[in-house]
């Protein structure tokens, strides 16, 4: 069975300073690898995503992640953060074969001004 | 803009009510999907539907059941709610083959069981 681990279920920060939120799976088979953000009492949204071919992503907002197949991690990094980065993270997976993603379970960041 | 509509922003319920938590999509994505959302666990899959009247148990599909009548609804029902249901409850559409396709979410339910 697959997993997504969030090492980290919080992470606070101070404004303008660099970020880094861990993730790392479990998958025996090929897995496309995605990250999303949920802002206070909204659901989620899609801020980038892997599927194959370069192993840096950038997505939305400024931020990227970058895939390592041989340490099976998908960390999501910002070098420079806002306050409107204040949110929950999230991680996840989806098998090739299936269309059921499977999450982690989130990583909070704070925001400091 | 896709746009996932559910129904209800919070709801408070007594042990053993029957409770819908009704979910609207408006982009014609044949999946759909309802998560539970507890602090620490992340979100857990309950059910999901690949098509009208098609149902898929998730990993926690215990004292839930769902219901797809037509492509655009999805809904969950608890048959009778306990307090260890109380959650916030989120749905999410997307496109067959959906790798390439972002899940779409809901601004959630929160579920208070009394």
């Known amino acids: 069975a697959q997993s997504v681990t969030q090492l980290d279920s919080q992470v606070p920060v101070f404004e303008e300073a660099p970020v880094e939120l861990r993730c790392n799976y479990s998958?025996?088979?090929?897995?496309?690898l995605f990250w999303y953000v949920q802002y206070p009492n909204q659901g989620l949204q899609l801020l980038l995503k892997?599927?194959?071919?370069?192993?840096l992503v950038k997505g939305i907002n400024g931020f990227e992640a970058e895939f390592n197949k041989s340490q099976t991690s998908f960390h999501l990094r910002k070098p420079s953060v806002h306050i409107s980065d204040t949110a929950e993270y999230f991680c996840?997976?989806?098998?090739?074969?299936?269309?059921?993603?499977?999450f982690g379970p989130g990583t909070s960041l704070s925001v400091i001004p | 803009d896709v746009k996932v509509t559910q129904s209800s922003r919070y709801l408070v319920k007594r042990t053993g009510e029957k409770v819908f938590l009704e979910c609207v999509q408006d982009?014609?994505?044949?999946?759909m999907f309802w998560y539970r959302q507890d602090p620490g666990l992340g979100l857990r899959l309950i059910y999901f539907?690949?098509?009208?009247?098609?149902?898929e148990k998730g990993d926690i599909p215990e004292g839930y059941s769902v219901s797809r009548e037509k492509k655009e609804r999805f809904s969950l029902i608890l048959e009778s709610a306990s307090t260890n249901q109380t959650s916030m409850y989120l749905c999410?559409?997307?496109?067959?083959?959906?790798?390439?396709?972002?899940?779409?979410f809901g601004n959630g339910t929160r579920l208070t069981v009394t």
């Open positions: 998958s025996s088979v090929s897995v496309y």
């Open positions: 892997y599927l194959s071919g370069s192993t």
């Open positions: 982009m014609d994505h044949e999946n």
């Open positions: 539907s690949y098509d009208v009247k098609m149902k």
């Open positions: 996840a997976v989806l098998k090739t074969s299936y269309d059921k993603v499977i």
């Open positions: 999410a559409s997307g496109l067959t083959g959906g790798a390439r396709s972002p899940l779409h």
